[in-house]
């Protein structure tokens, strides 16, 4: 039931680009998306909805693709607070929901 | 201010004894969810509730009671029966359903020596 992101980590410089995908083995109804920094409590970023609704932050971007059952997080321009581990959770039918195994980002100067 | 709180922050106990963390909401949220995450790992659901005096077992539910009394409040009790229970351990809370994000509070860092 649990999602499988990847890549499992990656390391970027300060500017480029990066794309972390979520993958599930259920059709989906909702797909969420979570960073964590060490110690801390996971904070939301977005929600992607069955259907095409999105909601969350401006500055992050997101796609859903309900028939292969697939999310993918777009952070562009990277900055150093962006560094942390993402999550995706997955909202299935009967309001079951759960997280994926999780992508460690980390930005260097 | 509205919130999610989760105390202790730390909790220290010895093996054999059943230990509660609270967990309480003021978002007004029907749904309450508790995770567990140990180092380097995703995060795991215990058990979820999307009512009052409902919730059902999540993945790892063995070992672990809950109870849903009130809307905003719904603690986990760790009990002997947990073979591994330092972890640390996550509740969120949401408006109903999927279509709405999980705010999560603090954690609470449960060791067991």
């Known amino acids: 039931q649990q999602p499988v992101q990847s890549p499992q980590a990656v390391i970027l410089r300060e500017g480029e680009d990066a794309v972390i995908n979520c993958s599930s083995s259920?059709?989906?109804?909702?797909v969420h998306w979570y960073r964590q920094k060490h110690g801390e409590a996971p904070v939301f970023l977005m929600i992607?909805?069955?259907?095409?609704e999105q909601k969350g932050h401006d500055k992050i971007s997101a796609s859903f693709n309900e028939k292969k059952q697939q999310s993918s997080l777009y952070l562009t321009a990277s900055q150093l607070s962006y560094s942390g581990t993402y999550f995706c959770g997955t909202g299935l039918t009967g309001n079951q929901f759960y997280f994926g195994t999780g992508t460690s980002l980390t930005v260097i100067p | 201010d509205g919130g999610i709180t989760q105390s202790p922050k730390y909790l220290f106990r010895k093996e054999g004894q059943n230990v509660t963390l609270s967990c309480e909401q003021n978002?007004?949220?029907?749904?309450m969810y508790w995770y567990r995450q140990d180092p380097g790992q995703g995060l795991r659901l215990i058990y979820y509730s999307q009512i009052v005096n409902d919730f059902q077992k999540g993945d790892i539910a063995e070992g672990y009671s809950v109870s849903r009394e009130k809307k905003e409040s719904f603690p986990l009790t760790v009990t002997s029966a947990q073979k591994n229970p330092t972890a640390f351990y996550l509740c969120?809370?949401?408006?109903?359903?999927?279509?709405?994000?999980?705010?999560f509070g603090p954690g609470t860092r449960l060791t067991v020596t």
């Open positions: 969120a809370s949401s408006s109903q359903g999927n279509s709405y994000e999980q705010y």
């Open positions: 992607l909805l069955k259907g095409g």
């Open positions: 259920k059709a989906l109804y909702s």
């Open positions: 978002l007004n949220h029907d749904a």
